[in-house]
């Protein structure tokens, strides 16, 4: 097998080689869609209307929003820290 062929897993999946992915800029979650082209071929779509998922990032801000109460940030746990300092 060379770099461009995948194998299917028992549940019906199967990866996307790592060049294909890079070249078209896709991301985990993101939306591909199958057509039939033959009966020994298939073509795959990247819907233009796919948003891309939201990155690790974004989810930080959701969960923010979500739960305000979630333990402080970084930054404000060494602001409080460096107060601390600043008493001794």
Known sequence: ???MTTTLTERGQTSVPA???KQAGLAPGQ????EFVSEHELRVFIPED???PPNAVA???FARRVNP???PTTA?????LRAG???V
Not at 31 to 34: E, G, S, V
């Open 1 to 3: 097998m060379d770099d």
């Open 19 to 21: 060049a294909i992915r």
């Open 59 to 61: 989810m930080i801000g």
């Open 76 to 80: 404000a746990m060494l602001e409080l």
């Open 85 to 87: 300092e600043a008493d």
């Open 50 to 52: 796919a948003k891309t």
């Open 69 to 71: 109460g979630l333990p």
């Open 31 to 34: 939306a591909l869609r199958w």
